[in-house]
Each structure stands twice: as C-alpha cells, then as structure tokens.
C-alpha cells in the first residue's frame, strides 16, 4: 500500500508531484526522480513487463549497484591511493608508480562476503526492491562510505610523493613537506565538501537516513581533524572545510524545522508502528550476531592463534607484510559500526524515553551498507600464519556468518519448502481488487480502508478531494476496480463504520450510517478483533494480510 503512494505521486503532472508527496508526509527529490524515469522508458519496455516491474526495477538497480559496490569498497578493488600497498625493496620505484591497489585474495574474500550479505539480507531484499526512497538511501550510503574510504586512506602512505624520498607517517618531516600524502592539497578539502554533499543529499531524499549518517559524519569529522593534528595548515583547513559545512547544516536544519513543525504536533500517528517494544528490540533491529559478532570473534581467534603458531615456528612473532593495510581496514570499521551502534541506540532512546516514533528498520535502513562492510572488513583483516591458511580461515568466517545470517531470517527453511522468496510483502491487494471487481454489481460501492497513517486526521468520510483520492488509489492506479462500481476512500474508524452503521461519525457527517449501509463491499489492510465474530449477513475473506468484507 505504501508503493501506491509513490505511484500516485507520479500518475500526474511533474508540478503535482512536490503537493502529492507532502500528502503522503514524504520528500519530492525521489519521486521527481521517479516521475522522470517513469516518462523516458520506452513504452514498449512497459508493454512487455507491466508497469510494476518497470517502477521496481528502479529500486532493484540501485540495491544491485550497491551490493557491487560494497565488493570493490571492501576489497579496494579501484581505489587510486598512495597508501594502499604492501611496501617493495625498492621504495623509489613504488613511488615513482604513484600506486594503485590491486586485492590480494585475502581482501577479496571480505569483498565477496560483504557483497552477498547484503544481496541475501532479507530487509534489504525487502526495502531494496521496494517502490520507495529506501533504495536510494542505500546507494547514497554506499556512495558515502567509498568517498569515507578515499578520503581516510589518504595520508597513510609510508613514502612521499618525491621518488626516493621515504617519511614516516606522522613525524615532523612528513607533516612539514607540502609533497607528503599527509599534506592536505586542496582537491582533498573538495573530497571532505563532497561527503558533506551527499549526506545532505540523503537527508534530502529522506530526511530519517540523517538518523544514522549523521553521526557517521561526526565520526568521520572527529577523527579526520584528530588524524591531522600534528600539520597545523592540513588541520587548519579540514577544520575550516567540515565548520563550514556543520554552519550549512545548522540552517538547514533550523529551516527544516521551521517548515515542518506540523510533523511534530502531529507524531502521535507514527505511534501505531515506530514505538520501542522493550530493550530486546535493540538486538532484534539488526542481525549483530552474523554481521558484527561472528566477525570480529573470528578475527580476534584468528590473531590470537596465528600469533602463537607463528611464534612456535618461528620463535619470534612476525608482523605480515601487508599489516597496515590490515590495520587500516579494521580502523575504518571500527569508526562505522562505532557510528552504527551509537546511532542504534540514540534512536531507540529517544523512541522509549523522549516521545520521538523513530523505531522502524526503515528509518534506519542506512545501517545495513555499513554492517555489511564492517563484516567484510574484519574478515580480510584476519590473518593467519600463512597465506594458505589464511585464505582458509576468512572462507570459513565468510560462510559461517552466512550461514548464520540465512538462518537467523529463516532463509534455509523457506528454501527447504521450495520457496524462493526471501522477503514477502504480504499484501495481496492484485487479487483483492480483482475478486472485487468479479463480484461486485453495477453501481456497488466500495470502501477503501487503506489503512495508512494519513487517515487518523480524516472524518469517516474524507472531505478533501486531494486525500481522498490518495487513500482510494489502491483501486484506481495499477489495480483498477473499474468504472462499473463507485469506490469511497474511508478515513478513521473505517471498520466499525461499515460493520455497524449506526451513529453520526463526531465530525458531524449524518449520512455516514446510510452511506456505511449502502456499502457492498469493504476492502481493508487493518486487522481488527472484529473480524472474529463478523456480524449476521457479512462475510470476510483474506488475501494475505488485506481483507475483504462484503455485506449480502
């Protein structure tokens, strides 16, 4: 039902997209977006898979992209940088390359497992392939946290730019030489403005995905000036480069909240779904135990094991050669899942003990990127006391925390009974409408009982035409109910408005009862106690979580 909306949005003209979005309590920058896509596939790619599938596909893409993306992210596969290689016996020459990461298999590993996760994790097959900004939100994250990752690499190397030239990071002659990685030049101060920019432009497709980018971005900005303390014009400017920006999202945010204070005079309507349960909700949100538990146990395992054969063969521990690199892979995780994690539990804080319904994996869905890399991370930084070996151990982690997360969401015994969805919306509104549509007589009427937030303001019946037809467009978009029947979009107390109609609503509509009576059929995604004891006459039939009531 929630889809609908963003299909309503563009069944009109691109200037009623902006108002019909604002109905629905939704941002116009996706569904513009939407609109524009919508108009320039061709018609015969429509004819083919149906306007559904050509919407989907949208969401479907950029899920796709984003789990594609995590695999080079994870991996370093592409990532131009003067840090990210293991040091030669000839330092001139590594520099005089200027150095492209190429991933060993060990890195890899990590990739392709961060990649599957997030393919096979069942709330992002859920809200990745959804008719809604959720996707997008993904996709911006991942774009995010590769700008993150360039950014934070940099300055790492061992070696200077100038062939022959080797400086230690962090030592005074590395900070005081303008031909030092660790000298920020000015097109770094534009990368650090660009992360800024993709932030506000998640917060400007769905303002809820600043609930976890936002403290990614404090993060990200702590430690950035923290990493560049010792070169005081590098700090100077990064210092300039993220105040400036904080003074932008400080406007921002105070216009924001000046032209949507009706939001907060009106959250009681998210109480019904974005409420805390109690403090096992905060272990329930995500799968920690495959993306953050099972990997870093492993790893921490797998050091400690890999030290002490090593030290029995060798009689002295040896650091890999490749160890900063390893060392910079668990640093950059360790600042995400930290930014994860406190996100997670400001959020569930202020849904339990502030008034504030934020508690729903679709406002915090900017998560899952993140842990899925954080995953693959610990994975290709555990090391062994060879290659061989090693390669062994990040396999087995990789297809333990799988298996793990697979069996967590039931996947293995869904598959088991020869069904292949992974994530299954469960309204069923096509067949709804359409058995509708078979049973009902010329000039019937119909209520739709939508069921969204959007009706706890309405009277029983809805006066204003522009929500009217928003909550009657289940039946009048892609699923059309036809002309033959008269549909009537329903505000509150729907359900016990048409089971017994005998009383003015208290918005003062009299005819509300006759209307209620005069009603065949009920169509409804609520659940409703009444349903157990349908009165004499009435009889309910479901498709899925939507039911239908029909009055003989």
Known sequence: MDELHSAWCIAGTLGQVGERAAIGNQQPAYFIALYLWRHL????????????????????????????WLVAIVSGTGIRSRAWRPPSRNPSSDAARGGRFSPTRNTLVGGIAAGLAFALQRDAIFFGTELRPYAAIMLITTAALALARHLTLTGY???????????????????????????????????????????????????????????????????????HRAHAPSRRAIGITHVAAG?????????????????????DNWNSFAITQGWGDLWRMWPWGALVIVPVVGWAVAARLGASISWLRRGAF???????????????????????????????LLSAYAGVPLWHRRYLVASLPLLCAVMGWFIGATRCFSQSATLVVQIAMASACLALLLTAQGALATWGRGVSQLARRGEDWRSAVAWVRDAADDDDQVWIDAGLIEQNTQPTLVADPKVEEYLRYVTAGPYRLGERVHCVAAGRDAIAAWLAPSAPDDSGHSSTDLIASQSRFLITRRQSHRFNRLPVGIKGYRFGRVTVLTRR
């Open 41 to 68: 596939v061709p018609a015969s790619l429509v004819a083919v898979y149906g306007i559904e599938a050509t919407l989907r596909a949208t969401s479907v893409l950029m899920t796709s992209l984003s789990a594609a």
């Open 157 to 227: 190397s061992i070696e200077a730019e100038t062939p022959g030239n080797t400086l230690p990071i962090g030592s005074d002659a590395a900070s005081r030489n303008p031909a030092s990685p660790e000298f920020v030049q000015p097109r770094g101060c534009w990368g650090r403005a660009a992360l800024h920019g993709l932030v506000m432009f998640a917060a400007a497709v769905h303002v809820t995905s600043l609930i976890v980018l936002a403290p990614q971005l404090m993060v990200f900005a702590i430690y950035d000036l923290w990493r």
């Open 247 to 267: 003074v932008i999202w400080i406007v921002g945010a105070v216009l924001w909240i000046w032209s949507h204070g009706e939001l907060w005079q009106s959250r």
């Open 318 to 348: 040896q650091e890999p050669r490749d160890d900063s690199g390893r060392r910079r892979d668990l640093l950059m995780a360790g600042l995400v899942l930290a930014g994860v994690i406190g996100s997670t539990v400001v959020c569930y």
